[in-house]
């Protein structure tokens, strides 16, 4: 596959993962809005850009309508690249990066190299993030966001690795964490650390007590955050 033929072909890839879960989905009125969501696009706007109704839109994600044929799937996937190309497919190519690095999106949400380094306190910011302690390193070269359950429990210590992309100097985010035990207990086997780990889905009293202490031993810097993700992994795209 050339370099021109990436965008095209990752656009592809992702129809057909799109399609195929909405299409064999008990409830694929549901997996259709979640997909919807997941893109950032209402239905509005998809329903625009399909040029039907916003109701038709509603009735088949409520389930007022009977499951969508093979016709409609195909035009609400298509819907949905469009309106990401349009703003500059940024879906896509997030898809692109998971599937190169060799993960199921399930698992990678987002993997990300910075064309510098930039400071650990940029990416706290924009993921209004609480640091608990901090690092040995000030700065990252990039970024990986993990389902946290999902990579403990499917990947192994080679493919935990592999979540580092280019550079191991970057920052994990972890998300799902409850209180953030399973992800540092993870991270004990893996060398050499992350210059930053950020635990979402939790704040500060609720993390869990050893966690500051681990992460000073391993020297990485450990934050909290439970901002919405999709706004922050945005304004994380434009550094």
């Not at 893996?190 to 780990?197: K, R």
């Amino acid at each position: 596959m050339t370099v021109g033929e990436e965008p095209s072909e990752a656009r592809a890839q992702l129809a057909r993962r799109i399609a195929g879960e909405i299409t064999l989905s008990r409830d694929p009125g549901a997996t259709l809005r979640k997909w919807r969501t997941d893109f950032g696009v209402s239905q509005t706007d998809l329903a625009g850009r399909m040029d039907v109704s916003s109701s038709v839109i509603s009735d088949y994600e409520s389930g007022r309508r009977e499951s969508p044929g093979i016709g409609l799937v195909s035009r609400v996937v298509e819907g949905l690249l469009d309106i990401d190309e349009a703003r500059g497919g940024a879906r896509i190519r997030q898809f692109a990066r998971v599937e190169s690095a060799g993960f199921e999106s399930d698992i990678v949400r987002d993997i990300r190299e910075y064309p510098t380094a930039i400071p650990t306190e940029r990416v706290y910011e924009a993921l209004d993030a609480t640091e608990i302690t901090p690092g040995e390193r000030d700065t990252v070269n990039g970024h990986t966001v993990i389902n946290s359950i999902e990579a403990i429990t499917s990947l192994s210590s080679e493919e935990f690795y592999r979540l580092y992309g280019q550079s191991t100097d970057r920052a994990l985010v972890f998300t799902g964490v409850t209180r953030g035990e399973s992800p540092l207990v993870a991270l004990r086997v893996v060398t050499p650390t992350p210059n930053a780990v950020i635990l979402h889905g939790l704040d500060a009293d609720a993390l869990w007590d050893h966690a500051a202490a681990l992460a000073q031993v391993d020297g990485f810097s450990l934050a909290v955050s439970t901002a919405d993700l999709d706004p922050a992994l945005e304004e994380l795209r434009s550094f």
